[in-house]
């Protein structure tokens, strides 16, 4: 199966480069590879929540880590984007405590209601929808995460609320 290659302008403001800068300062000269997660994650905010191969590449020759090294930790961690997502991104736990309580329905009801399938982004780049492992609010099942932000016991009414506040620019996504 042939992988498609998503291009993406990178835009290493000066801003951008005394922010890496300050996270690699938090460790031991030639460590600083320890800064990866936090620099990964400015970098992907200050580039459209995702992370393309030569972004990468970028955070990679400043690390003065191998590309790989970055890679590894882009795939395996489901908070990084490796393609273009929408401006909201709904990831829906899909673990058994809300799977019991109904994620999966309230999922199939959201891909049905956006007209998109798991994983895809709507035409209009707006939404997206995930599933993603344990996001440790259990009790509060079902539930996903928007942005820096949990949804909790999730219902089909709250689900077209959600959408709806999102259409109208009503959502706050990140706390900073």
Known sequence: MERKHYKQEINMTEALIARINELISHYPEGK?????????????????????IELQDKVAEIL??????????????TMFNQKP???????????????????????????????????ETTPDGMFTIAGVECLG????????????????KLTEEKIDQIIADCRDDKIILHDK
């Open 32 to 52: 600083q590879k320890s800064a990866l997660l936090p620099v990964l994650h400015e970098v992907q905010d200050a580039h459209n929540n995702w992370l393309s």
């Open 64 to 77: 003065q880590i191998k590309p790989i090294e970055v890679y590894e930790v882009v795939t395996f961690y």
């Open 85 to 119: 997502i929408g401006k909201y991104m709904f990831e829906f736990c899909q673990t058994s405590c809300c799977c019991l309580r109904g994620a999966e329905d309230l999922m199939d009801y959201t891909s049905e209601k956006l007209g998109i399938k798991m994983g």
């Open 137 to 152: 609010a259990c009790g509060y099942a079902p539930m996903m995460q928007l942005g820096d932000f949990y949804k909790e």
